[in-house]
């Protein structure tokens, strides 16, 4: 069964063409839960590295390859039924499984991931679907579609004919240069910075800060170390975001944009966390993964959180260990995400010149009381990784209105 077979079966024949789809790929099928779950059934891969331990100095004991997981019929709590026949999963349950298969598939976009997160709409079609939201009368959809690169222009002409009034945001060139074409408006809305893991290194003096950072937290008794749900540090890590929470100037997790934190279990989601020498946990990165062709080809740090005694040079010092575990176990790309306005220049298409020159405003002036944007692009420079502009497109010029609803829809208003 097709991904754009899947897409218009119903919730049985989704849950009958998964071990079709997992025999397409060449594997059998695992134990009956719809998840990323290890091959061989037991423990995520990459919880055996041990403790406070980076690939470079330690041993790195694998149970079996990340990049390989398994789609599996889907189960669900429902009162038992009589007769013994297995419960149906409910549309929305079946909805969000054919979704991961498609995640899994062409999500290989640093905002793949946050496309699931909870509250969402999709529109499907065309072999993939968009996530978007809505707040006062504007779509806003997140990210480039989820679907064949041969599919996009056909998904998005299927969207903006039934949701004229949209706008697109973080979406990547190619994306953007298709809603041109249809007379969209560009902007470029700030840049996204990737790092080749197989031949990216911490040599050389540009990246010494990097370095200082995680021997400053070796030296001060700090460890690092890799966690899942398993491990039963939800109330630890419920009040490190309810203390880096009191903090901000805007009190309520954002979403959308940036997707929130889920203390539970999330599928192919990598948490790594410093513990102070006392054993506490002082800082936390949760890293996305994204994929491609049914594997996981790399991660993007989505989650940051550290609390108000955490060292300087914690969020370095994890994000290194990281990249170095990453790189050890084969993985293609890290994307540090979105750098916020950063060098908003002329676009390549027809853009909003009012909307720029409010983005570039905004970039001079919006720290402290508005975004460190530029605290956050220094910090993401200093991996000195390459560059990639990232766009935001409406169909009409923009006003203060939009704007302000996008704000609204990330909690930021």
């Not at 903090?247 to 410093?274: I, N, Q, S």
């Amino acid at each position: 069964m097709s991904v754009e077979t899947a897409i218009r079966a119903r919730p049985a024949e989704i849950l009958a063409a998964a071990p079709e789809c997992n025999r397409e790929r060449g594997v059998a099928p695992p134990p009956r839960e719809t998840a990323l779950v290890a091959p061989d059934g037991g423990r995520p891969p990459w919880t055996s590295l041990p403790h406070g331990r980076s690939p470079a100095t330690g041993p790195l004991l694998r149970r079996s390859d990340p990049r390989e997981f398994l789609i599996s019929p889907l189960t669900t709590a429902t009162p038992r039924i009589s007769d013994g026949a297995a419960p149906a999963p409910t549309a929305a349950a079946a909805g969000r499984a054919r979704r991961f298969e498609l995640f899994f598939r062409y999500g290989n976009f640093t905002m793949a991931y946050a496309t699931l997160q909870p509250g969402m709409q999709y529109f499907e079609s065309h072999g993939g679907y968009l996530a978007y939201d809505r707040c006062w009368g504007t779509s806003f959809v997140l990210g480039d579609p989820v679907a064949p690169v041969e599919n996009h222009a056909a998904l998005l002409e299927a969207f903006v004919r039934r949701y004229p009034r949209t706008c697109f945001c973080q979406i990547s060139k190619p994306v953007g240069a298709i809603l041109a074409r249809r007379g969209w408006f560009v902007n470029e809305f700030g840049a996204d910075m990737e790092l080749d893991l197989p031949t990216y290194d911490f040599t050389g003096p540009k990246k010494s800060k990097l370095r200082q950072a995680a021997h400053k937290i070796e030296r001060e008794g700090y460890t690092i170390e890799e966690r899942t749900a398993l491990d039963g540090d939800q109330t630890e890590l419920e009040e490190l975001c309810s203390s880096w929470l009191a903090t901000k100037t805007v009190k309520r997790e954002a979403r959308f944009l940036v997707r929130p934190l889920a203390f539970g279990d999330e599928r192919g989601v990598r948490k790594f966390v410093l513990r102070d020498p006392d054993g506490w946990i002082v800082a936390l990165v949760a890293f996305d993964p994204m994929c491609e062709r049914g594997q996981v080809i790399g991660y993007s740090p989505a989650i940051k959180r550290r609390a108000v005694d955490a060292p300087t040079g914690a969020e370095e010092a994890i994000t290194k260990f990281a990249i170095e575990q990453f790189r050890a176990e084969g993985f293609k790309s890290l994307r540090l995400g979105l750098m916020p306005l950063y060098q908003v220049e002329d676009s390549a298409f027809r853009e909003a010149w009012l909307l720029k020159k409010c983005f570039q405003w905004a970039y001079r002036h919006g720290d402290g009381w508005l975004y460190s944007f530029r605290g956050h692009a220094d910090f993401k420079h200093r991996y000195r990784g390459s560059l990639s502009k990232v766009y935001i497109a409406s169909s009409t010029g923009w006003n203060i209105g939009p704007l302000l609803a996008l704000l609204r829809l990330c909690r930021l208003l």
